[in-house]
């Protein structure tokens, strides 16, 4: 396995463990509350004490995490050499595929005009 490669797969494991890293702080202290899941059957479900506000101020909060967490990702692919590209277009060519491609036609091109010029002069 090349480093770039490693590099790589250690930056995604990376931003997997950030991501559920809020959540699992929040509740794990105790912040917010789930409820009890494990109420035995024919049992009533103890009401959840958690404000709509935190939640919401959570979710935002979660919302900006998330965001700036895939900017440091593409960041980091980016100085890894891994650069994001579309897969609904068609691959561009290569930059010297392209120079090379240029170059020919200017050459035919030359070689055209040429003819032609040498069919003006010697009719």
């Not at 919401?56 to 590209?85: E, K, P």
């Not at 595929?97 to 032609?116: F, I, N, P, V």
């Amino acid at each position: 396995m090349d480093r770039t490669r490693l590099l790589t797969s250690l930056a995604t494991v990376a931003a997997v463990i950030l991501a559920a890293l809020p959540a699992a702080l929040v509740f794990g202290l105790g912040w917010l509350t789930l409820g009890h899941p494990s109420v035995p059957s024919g049992g009533t479900v103890p009401p959840d004490t958690t404000s709509p506000e935190a939640w919401v101020l959570f979710a935002l909060f979660y919302v900006a995490w998330m965001l700036g967490l895939m900017v440091l990702l593409i960041w980091t692919y980016d100085r890894l050499g891994r650069y994001w590209h579309s897969w609904d277009r068609a691959p561009r060519r290569e930059k010297k595929r392209r120079r090379r491609l240029s170059a020919g036609l200017s050459y035919l091109e030359g070689q055209e005009k040429a003819r032609r010029a040498g069919k003006k002069g010697g009719s």
